[in-house]
């Protein structure tokens, strides 16, 4: 059995944008190498390219040249609806400002990446009481998204982006929306995540986020700085 | 957590856009039904009164002699020496196997007489029944249903010379002038009417009837079985049937029925345009949660899945109560158009139909939205978060 030596792999990845007429590079060209249980912090000011590199790393967004090796999966030499799957398999997601389905609980929110995986119900409820329980929220579990605070909306999204136990988080701008002690709190919680194996990009332009990171990969003008 | 708890969730908890969604069905629906409900009693209703409007199988006896023309309708014989049909027959023609689609039974004797020094063909008839089925009769004067009673075609009036109130001697009796028909065009505007009984006395036939007009009609009823019937309890009998007449009715009854398909068609028409909008505004709405849905890694079959289900959820509500509202629309409409008419109760194949419709149209007004929410791109609706 050969073990990939990286999980991912960003290979001369570019990607351009027509802005009109004008070709805008987004990303003009990145080597990005991350190894299994990594906690990596991109970081870099606005517009510099690192939400379309987070895009990019999540099968999201196509780029114009280069290749995405994702345990040895080239993962944009994939159809659309294979790239759907390995997206449910591989990648959990935090957005930036929570993104949670207003219409659902918290519970539900957090069962959503597993409707599709074919569990048994019971399985779920304790996946979902099991991810309730890590991110403290249990008393919560059948409010919607408009009855929690930032924080704990912010909670719930890292609660379904791990329920599914995928080996890549991949967080944008996490700590964004969130004031200074509750940003704190979810720091550590991606921290303990890390500790127990998840494999955490993340991108954010506060520097002092990225202090909390194993490796800060900073971004300036779609390309790396350093 | 299954897709349909998602589809459900959205419906349950975004009232405001289901409610508008089976409004824009039900409005549909309803208006169908209490189209269709309506429309099926004005047939109903119609039929009855074409029921009344003209004999369709006529009935005369078997005869190789000379044939009369009557009405417009080529009738047995009638000559000194005719055969004729006996009246205490008459009652089979209500036991045959279809007598539930027999109205009205007019038998008539026919004779000539002299009036005046003139020959007059004198027609008997049951005087109720004849003014029943011949609607378009228009006279002056008054009848009084009297046995005594003569009602005058308006040929007949002027070449015997013969005014409202005028005393007939016909034989031993006096006869009234009651009534003159106005000009027909028909047979009808050279003839003489009386009671049948009256001018079977007169003309000696007592008992005998020389033709039997029967006004026969249901929806798709057989009436050349009808007409075998008759003919099988009375094989004396030429009895034939006057397609023409049906064809006419049911021509009434289709351009009802055109009339309101069309109207129905038209609505349905709306009420899609409204659910396509509709759907089209909630993909809209929707890009950022079908963003998030595609990017936890839904497949677009998935999303397909979710916006159908809604679909199907709000055409199921839609049609239900379209039709429930539909029934209440019709059973509260019908008084008030057709005269005496009431709604039948409700119609549970119409039933079926409308909500299987409704469903169809939510299901195909939503096909094209649910596909582009399916194709979009996860990126670009990434970028609206």
Known sequence: MIIPQNLIEIKDVGKDYLDGDTLVSAIAKMDISIDDGEFVGIMGQSGSGKSTLLSILGGLNQPTRGRVVVDTLDIYELSSEQRADFRSEYIGIIFQSFQLIPYLTVKENIKLPMAITGLKAKTQEEMALNVLNKVGLENKANRLPDQLSGGEQERVAIARAIVNNPPILLADEPTGNLDSKTAGEVISLLKQLNKEGQTIIMVTHNPEMCRHSGRTIHVKDGRLSS | MKLYHISFNNLRRRKGKMIFLVVGLLIGIATIVALMSITDSMASDIEERLNRFGANIVMVPRNDNLSLSYGGITVGGVSYTMKELDEADLPKIRK???????????????????????????????????????????????????????????????????????????????????????????????????????????????????LVEIAAFCRGCPISEMTLQIAEKFPN???????????????????????????????????????????????????????????????????????????????????????????????????????????????FPLGGISIILAVSLSLLASLYPAHKASRLDPSAALRAL
């Open chain 2, 237 to 347: 009998a030429r009895v034939t049937a006057l397609k023409q007449a049906v064809m006419a009715k049911m021509q009434s009854i289709e351009l009802v029925k055109s009339f309101s398909y069309g109207i129905a068609g038209l609505v349905i028409f709306i009420g899609s345009l409204l659910v396509f909008v509709t759907m089209m505004g909630s993909v809209n709405e929707r890009t950022r949660e079908i963003g998030i849905f595609r990017a936890i890694g839904f497949r677009q079959g998935h999303v397909m899945q979710i916006m159908l289900l809604e679909a199907i959820v709000v055409g199921l509500i839609g049609g239900v109560l379209g039709y429930i509202i539909g029934s209440f629309i019709a059973w509260g409409v019908i008084p008030y158009v057709i005269k005496g008419g009431t709604f039948s109760g409700p119609d």
């Open chain 2, 96 to 210: 045959i196997k279809n007598s539930m689609n027999i109205g009205i039974i007019a038998p008539k004797v026919l004779g000539i007489k002299k009036i005046k020094g003139k020959e007059a063909l004198l027609m008997g008839a049951d005087i109720e029944a004849e003014l029943t089925l011949k609607t378009w009769w228009q006279y002056a004067g008054t009848l009084a249903n009297s046995k005594k009673e003569l009602i005058l075609g308006s040929e007949a009036a002027k070449t015997l010379a013969l005014a409202i109130g005028d005393i007939v001697e016909l034989g031993d009796s006096q006869l009234t002038v009651a009534a003159i028909l106005q000009s027909t065009g028909g047979q009808e505007d050279g003839i003489v009417i009386g009671d049948l009984h009256e001018i079977q006395r007169i003309l000696g036939k007592e008992g005998k009837i020389s």
